[in-house]
């Protein structure tokens, strides 16, 4: 496959699975293109994991991909968070070079997220954290599930205007064009390789590749010819994000460097980075 420049905006590069191979793990996404990769937060506890592996993988001797950060409180683990969690994210963001707060949202997949007393908990540091956002003019990376409504109803209740990723994107195609209309792109995983996906592949269609991101969300959503076997999840990795740009150009029928410099452009937008467009 020829190297493409690409940016892997949605990695959870930084958890234990990747211990023992991670840096070789980026110096294989780097020779097949991968520019940068956004490590994201999810737990306060993580914070500092999070930024040792952005050193570690910065600090390599060997060409790799640039690390950014962007650390946030994800609304899966609402009952874990506390209020000193919120001080210590706005810490990091000032204390850290950060390109977005995520990932943060609202997910009522499950009937225990979907009890309101739960509910009204994710909401509360949702909208903490956009705050966070609009006082540090920073994009959010978004997680939804189940609750895009309520998601838009909080980003117009704060007048949010930085946009940034609505990640793995699974809503409907109205709800894609809303999230747009406000300045998000949609994240496409390694879903965009399932034949059976036909919703999203739909979505993306009709919405087009200007309005798309590229992401791994590794090591989750590995692309369908990444998996191993049918029992077992097969990791994914940010040196998979090829196979993503493949699917995603095979759905658009569109040439995958024409693609992928229109999705270089959208990264850099969306994330407001100022990045070399190294042609291999
Ligand atoms: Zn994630």
């Excluded at 793990?25 to 506890?45: D, M, S, T």
């Excluded at 006082?135 to 998601?151: D, G, K, M, W, Y």
Aim: aromatic share 6%.
């Amino acid at each position: 496959m020829r190297p493409l420049p690409l940016i892997d905006t949605h990695t959870h590069f930084d958890v234990a699975e990747f211990d023992p191979d991670r840096l070789q793990l980026a110096i294989l996404a780097k020779q097949r293109g991968v520019q940068a990769l956004v490590l994201i937060g999810f737990l306060a506890q993580r914070f500092n994991t999070l930024v040792q592996v952005q050193q570690q993988i910065n600090q390599a001797a060997t060409p790799h991909p640039q690390a950014l950060l962007a650390p946030g409180l994800h609304p899966f683990y609402i009952q874990e968070h506390t209020v000193d969690h919120l001080q210590q994210l706005e810490q990091l963001i000032k204390s850290q070079q950060v390109v977005a707060i995520g990932e943060i949202g609202l997910d009522t997949f499950t009937k225990a997220m979907k009890q309101p007393e739960v509910f009204a908990r994710q909401q509360a540091f949702f909208s903490a954290q956009l705050e966070l956002a609009q006082q540090s003019n920073l994009p959010v990376l978004l997680h939804i599930r189940r609750a895009h409504a309520e998601t838009l109803a909080l980003l117009k209740k704060h007048n949010f205007k930085q946009g940034g990723i609505a990640h793995a994107f699974g809503g409907g195609i109205q709800e894609a064009k809303a999230f747009i209309q406000m300045g998000f792109k949609l994240g496409v995983t390694g879903q965009v390789t399932n034949p059976n996906a036909r919703r999203l592949h739909q979505v993306i269609k009709t919405v087009g590749a200007a309005h798309l991101v590229l992401e791994t969300d590794c090591p989750d959503m590995t692309p369908l010819c990444c998996q191993q076997s049918h029992e077992h999840r097969t990791r994914n990795t940010p040196a998979n994000l090829p196979y993503v740009l493949d699917g995603l150009s095979q759905l658009l029928t569109m040439d995958q460097e024409k693609l992928a410099g229109q999705l270089w452009e959208n990264s850099l937008t969306c994330l407001n980075l100022n990045l070399p467009f190294e042609q291999k």
